[in-house]
């Protein structure tokens, strides 16, 4: 959460602004993400998987045949916003879809950057392999050229609504309060 509370606070240059839209963030776009069991994260990485076997099964069929949890790839993504992971400039628009149109930007992100790059993955031989693929996906031209980026996420996933989001929250939910 500091390299979060840490961009709010270069952007807005006020700390009110900054508490209330982490406070947004927190209470309302992600809720659970940064509480002790961290189950929203949880819930949204296992949501990623769900929507991954949909939307690119050889992906899921790769994850799965080596057992992959998306854990194991994703998690800095998500926790961080892809602060860290994705340059500032693209950072900052993501995060204006973010405040605007709520979390469901973070799968687009996500599903974007593992459809555009999906051969390159589908190379990966072992699960070492695997994450420095997911690692590498994150560089390069793509994600620098924030305007084709920013348009490519609102067209390379496909139809993604809330309602699809809220039902699989829901039966991953489910599924991770059971195993817990």
Not at 116 to 142: M, R
Request: hydrophobic share 45%; net charge negative; charged share 20%.
């Amino acid at each position: 959460m500091n390299f979060i509370a840490g961009y709010l606070i270069l952007i807005t240059k006020n700390e009110e602004e900054s508490f209330w839209l982490l406070d947004a963030l927190i209470g309302k776009i992600l809720p659970d993400y940064y509480s002790p069991e961290m189950l929203g994260l949880k819930t949204d990485q296992e949501v990623l998987g769900e929507l991954v076997r949909t939307k690119l099964p050889a992906v899921a069929a790769l994850m799965d045949g080596h057992g992959v949890l998306w854990t194991l790839v994703v998690s800095r993504w998500f926790i961080c916003l892809f602060v860290d992971i994705l340059p500032v400039e693209t950072v900052l628009r993501i995060w204006d879809c973010l405040f605007n149109e709520g979390s469901k930007i973070i799968f687009r992100v996500a599903l974007t950057l593992i459809k555009q790059h999906q051969a390159f993955i589908l190379e990966a031989t072992n699960v070492a392999d695997i994450c420095e693929k997911f690692k590498e996906i994150t560089k390069g031209s793509f994600v620098t050229e924030c305007h084709t980026f920013m348009q490519k996420i609102f067209s390379e996933p496909g139809s993604l609504s809330m309602t699809t989001i809220t039902r699989l929250r829901e039966s991953c939910r489910a599924k991770l309060l059971v195993q817990g």
